[in-house]
């Protein structure tokens, strides 16, 4: 019987939590009574994860492990994922622990209730901080008010998807990837169930700031052309206070005599002027390297080996399963 129930969980460094990840999915996954596949991506760990994930699919083939050649990121990976997942339900899912398992049971209910797209709502988020959290509430927001595609608020790539909606996700070849906002663009029924985020299993956040701005910058330009809109709006304000000042300039020198203050207005109004400038070119720039990353259509990730799985790749039926025999015949990677 081909899987009913897929788990992706992107991985990178998270050798502290594995075993626990394993114990806990499994335990939740062995309930539901139905076929189901875990597919972990190695995000190019380098703290023994990979060794540790190649034995957890080596004890139980219903684990698939695709290694990628490097770090690609978390959206990538998850990409991956979504790229080998057999199963009729999608469900993507962090490896920390923070998104406990056993909501899944949840998901699945709403699914089964014939929503395309169940989503996992925040609640509480324990054991973050101040900082992460504020910033994360933030860009919640300021997602939601900027970007055309409405997503819904304080949830995070931990939802279930329909195989309906990965298969049109899969047809997404975008370079610089934000799938919530993907998730929501593809449109059928979605709903929300709410969690509460736990502490982290074990080790630290692998989502510095910097990635964090990452994935902000890559959703506002992925989902708006604001940024773009933003800075024909700066042109028309400056060029408005320019004819504004005209007059008042004549009006000045005729009535008083006097040239209006010196040389420290010119320089600061150049430099004002010089200033916007250069933020709208970088703006369009912006949006011209990413045009630039989609005409060169490289591949999204580069799988240096994928594990054989207990489900045929082709038929997702289970197949006489040979330990003898490791790895797929060719290694796939993100091209379409
Ligand atoms: N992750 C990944 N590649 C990266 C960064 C993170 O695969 O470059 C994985 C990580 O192992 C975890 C998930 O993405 O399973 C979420 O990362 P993390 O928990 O560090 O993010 P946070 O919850 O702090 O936002
Ligand atoms: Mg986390």
Redesign the pocket.
Known sequence: MKPVYSIV??????IEVLDTLYSRMTTMLEKLNEPWEIIL?D??SSDGSSETMRNLSERDPRIRVIFFSR????QI??TAGMDHALGDAIVVI???L?DPPEVIPELIEKWREGYEVVFAVRQEREG?TWF?KTT?SLFYRLIYKITDVKIPLDT?DFRLYDRKVVDVMKKMREKHRFLRGMSSWVGYRQIGVPYNRAK?FA?????PFK??IKLAWNAITGFSYVPLQLAMVLGFIVALLSIVMIPIVIIVRLSSGNELLGQATTLISTLFLGGVQLICLGILGEYVGRIYDEVKDRPLYVAADITKSVYDPDSGNPRNFDQSSKGEKEVENGEN
Request: aromatic letters at 10%; hydrophobic letters at 30%.
């Open positions: 969980i992107p991985v990178f460094n998270e991506i995000d190019g770090n690609f990121g978390h990976a998850v962090d490896a920390d923070q973050e992460k994360a995070g982290r080790g630290s956040t692998k989502y990635k964090m």
